[in-house]
């Protein structure tokens, strides 16, 4: 678009921003001190999303999970309660669990090194010490536990002893997925993808809709709004021009005649049942948990998206696409739905690269956020906070 300067018009509830704001200091991307500032201050004092419940369904299957330098241990206990520590032994700091996933022997955990054994609860149970010394109390040497959270079928922890109040890390309350019931779900597939870019290109691309037309093709035709390079109405200016228009262009939602997020646009799953006429309409809702997850309700399928970061410049992606029991029992082709989503997170991907690779510039201090870009200001200042948190 070439740059003129008309007279200024805000309609009222515009939603853009209306000065420009700096954005954050490219070398936040790479530094490798900054990236540490930000595992401490964020990733290891937020709720973290895991996996879900149902791949530690088993009393002692375990699971490893690492973020950073941080190694957690989450095993199912023989009470299905399902309990997260630091995955290092209280003798002398070997990690405890080498694999990433399995079944913990009936012994309980038991220490590669010199073989201390631990409860499912984590207690000291027994050491290899002919005669420990007499002030050594096992309650002294229990496992470090961690929070743990079960939330519709996700387990999520957390390195921090009082982490935030979990529903608050979502950008919408909760309940806002219960017509869902994603507890009831099933895993129908799974991808997992890394990103060449630091975690927050990943988070800000997220954010904004103004690359949708340029880079989402695709995504653009199905959902007209996001070809007028926004996410909601009210991200246009003179949107009351448009206010009364039935429009998908004007009104969000699916393009006429879809009504799911697939390839053709028809739906591949058997349809959530209690979903209300506005969810269809709107075809999607997404609900976002800082820093790891997001999770996207279509009308017969859903998408769990979690983010971890893996050094300053990589970033891993994994997503779950869920389902009811019965369109995997009826044996549906789902692939109309996951060749979608392959495609327009394979064009954010390939994009968060490439923004990535244009940060190292030596003239370039930051970049600039433009009024679409107001999703992006509220990132950037949650990441702000956080870093000032003491
Ligand atoms: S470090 Fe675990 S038993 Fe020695
Ligand atoms: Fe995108």
Redesign the pocket.
């Given at each position: 678009m070439t740059i003129t300067r008309s007279a200024v018009r805000r309609d009222p509830g515009y939603l853009g921003l209306t000065r420009s704001i700096a954005a954050l200091p490219a070398s936040d991307y790479f530094d490798a001190a900054q990236y540490a500032r930000e595992l401490t201050q964020i990733w290891y004092r937020n709720w973290l999303y895991v996996c879900r419940s149902s791949e530690l369904r088993e009393a002692r299957a375990f699971r490893t999970f690492t973020v950073g330098n941080q190694s957690i241990l989450l095993v199912r206990g023989e009470d299905h309660v399902a309990r997260a520590f630091h995955n290092t032994?209280r003798?002398?700091?070997?990690a405890l669990c080498q694999a990433t996933e399995g079944r913990l022997p009936p012994a309980g955990i038991v220490?590669p090194?010199?073989?201390?054994r631990y409860s499912l609860r984590g207690d000291l149970l027994q050491t290899t010490s002919k005669q420990p010394a007499d002030d050594f109390d096992p309650k002294d040497h229990s496992l470090y536990g961690l929070p743990v959270t079960e939330w519709n079928g996700c387990l999520l922890v957390s390195l921090a002893q009082q982490p935030p109040a979990f529903e608050k890390g979502f950008d919408l309350p909760i309940s806002r997925l219960d017509a869902w019931r994603m507890d009831t779900l099933t895993v129908g597939h799974r991808s997992r993808k890394t990103i060449a870019c630091n975690w927050k290109v990943f988070w800000e691309n997220y954010n904004e809709c103004l690359h949708c037309p340029g880079v989402h093709p695709r995504l653009a035709q199905l959902v007209p709004i996001f070809g007028r390079a926004i996410l909601e109405p009210k991200d246009d200016p003179s949107w009351q021009d448009h206010a009364t228009d039935q429009d998908p262009r004007y009104t969000g939602g699916l393009r006429d005649g879809a009504t799911s997020w697939t390839m053709d646009g028809n739906p591949v799953g058997v349809p959530f049942p209690d979903l209300t006429a506005d969810d269809h309409k709107s075809g999607h809702i997404y609900l976002t948990g800082l820093p790891s997850i997001f999770v996207v309700g279509h009308m017969d399928y859903m998408r769990i998206v979690r983010i971890l970061p893996l050094g300053p410049e990589l970033t891993e992606m994994s997503i779950e696409f869920l389902f009811l029991p019965e369109t995997l029992a009826q044996r549906r082709d789902i692939s109309g739905a996951v060749e979608f989503t392959q495609i327009v997170m394979g064009e954010d991907a390939q994009i968060c690269e490439v923004n990535q690779r244009g940060l190292h510039a030596l003239p370039h201090e930051r970049g600039v956020l433009m009024p679409e870009e107001y999703v992006i200001q509220q990132f950037q200042d949650w990441v702000r906070a956080e870093l000032a948190r003491p």
């Open positions: 032994c003798h002398r700091g070997a220490c090194y010199h073989a201390w």
